[in-house]
């Protein structure tokens, strides 16, 4: 399987509610995200510009 997965999205599915809380659960170096939730985190930290990621 190659296909990225949202990282967000992976967790939605896989883990817990609790689970999802957990900063263990969270992994920082695995960032591939939907573009919906690539939205959703540029709102959660207050980014007014949504549509391109650094590359
Ligand atoms: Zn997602």
Known sequence: MNTLVCGDCWRQEN???????????????????CAEHVALQAELLGHPGIGRSAA
Not at 16 to 28: E, G, H, N, S, Y
């Open 15 to 33: 883990l817990t509610f609790k689970q999802r809380l957990d900063p263990a659960f969270i992994r920082p170096g695995y960032r591939y995200l």
